[in-house]
């Protein structure tokens, strides 16, 4: 249950025109603790719980846990969360052999888009499209458990 991923800002929006699907997200964190996080999210309209552990020194392995739970539950968690519900759009495009994940954030975080790749491992390689921008794999700031407290809008 390793998740390798690598993250990217995004310069621009060409990637929606690329995009196969586009899906609305609301996620809240039970606990943002350093160690491991536990989050809650409502991808459309499917719930998810999910369990992810402290990331490795370069930032793109981690552990992570995932299960589908039913739409009412996930809602009830959600109004248990910590402060800073996430709302975001995500959009999914294909490039060669993978998918990238991009978000678009709404809120207190409007305005930042990051694209997420998941590799089978750390040096694999993989296209790049145009729009990808600078890669902020490892950088914190840019996880969406610490954008819930410190939104991308109060950054200096």
Known sequence: M????????????????????KTRITQGFLNTHPERTVRVRIKGEQGFLTIKGKSNQSGTTRFEWEKEIPLAEA????????????????????????????????????????????????????????WLGEEVTGLVKYYNSQLSKHPYKTWK
């Open 2 to 21: 390793q998740e390798i991923e690598r993250k990217f800002l995004v310069k621009n929006f060409n990637f929606k025109t690329e995009a196969f699907s």
């Open 75 to 130: 809602e009830q968690l959600i109004a248990l969360c910590e402060e800073g519900v996430i709302g975001k759009t995500r959009y999914e495009v294909k490039q060669d052999k993978h998918t990238y994940e991009i978000d678009e954030f709404y809120g207190e975080n409007e305005g930042l888009i990051i694209a997420e790749i998941e590799l089978q491992d750390e040096d694999e390689a993989f296209l790049k499209p145009d």
